[in-house]
């Protein structure tokens, strides 16, 4: 059982580049979120899923693009990378809207802007 | 502003020793989680509490969801150096899906 998969694991790109993080489950959750995690900041939350076809914004969302074509995948793209969005990126599921169910995250994304 | 305040955000201990994390708020909350983050690694969940007064225990790990659901706490006891990790709450309001996060509580647990 795979859990949630995120790739790449690294990445650098250059200021103006556009780029996608891959984030896959095998758990059937109908709930998929992205966060970025800075020091001193916490994780906040970029955009969120609660099933195939329905996406909303979080805390952060201006600058990232995302889409839920299937249960499984909730992609994460940049448009237009700014040194502003050198971070780690998490993405998460959870099995319901069932507040008590808990998340599981993927092992993250380290991304770099330069 | 954050809507989940921990407190301490850093804290240096001896094994054996206990310790307490608070995680506050002016608002109240559907559910209240904790989770350990290690480095290089992304968040373990180790407990919801979803009811006022609520606690549940983890081992060493004793949780505890305030009476009017705006607070938590984490307590350990005897900690060891594998407790080292960041320690995350986050919580859930109302009917929203959406998972909110307090900045985390960094703990080195020292032989």
């Known amino acids: 059982n795979a859990g949630v998969t995120q790739t790449p694991k690294f990445q650098v790109l250059k200021t103006g580049q556009s780029m996608t993080l891959q984030c896959a489950q095998d758990?059937?959750?109908?709930?998929m979120s992205w966060y970025r995690q800075d020091p001193g900041m916490g994780l906040r939350l970029i955009h969120y899923s609660v099933g195939a076809g329905i996406t909303d914004q979080g805390e952060v969302p201006n600058g990232y693009n995302v889409s839920r074509s299937t249960t499984e995948d909730f992609p994460l793209r940049l448009l237009s990378a700014a040194p502003s969005q050198t971070s780690v990126y998490f993405c998460?599921?959870?099995?319901?809207?069932?507040?008590?169910?808990?998340?599981?995250f993927g092992s993250g994304t380290r991304l770099t802007v330069v | 502003t954050q809507l989940l305040e921990q407190s301490p955000q850093f804290l240096s201990i001896q094994e054996g020793e206990n310790l307490t994390v608070y995680c506050n708020s002016s608002?109240?909350?559907?559910?209240l989680q904790w989770y350990r983050q290690e480095p290089g690694e992304g968040p373990v969940l180790l407990v919801t509490v979803v009811t006022g007064g609520e606690v549940k225990k983890l081992k060493r790990l004793t949780f505890q969801f305030g009476d009017a659901r705006k607070d938590s706490s984490l307590h350990i006891t005897a900690a060891q150096p594998g407790d080292t990790g960041l320690y995350l709450c986050a919580g859930t309001q109302g009917g929203s899906e959406k998972l909110v996060f307090g900045k985390g509580m960094k703990l080195t647990v020292n032989p």
């Open positions: 758990m059937n959750h109908e709930y």
């Open positions: 608002s109240v909350f559907s559910s």
């Open positions: 998460a599921s959870s099995p319901t809207r069932n507040q008590g169910s808990g998340y599981t």
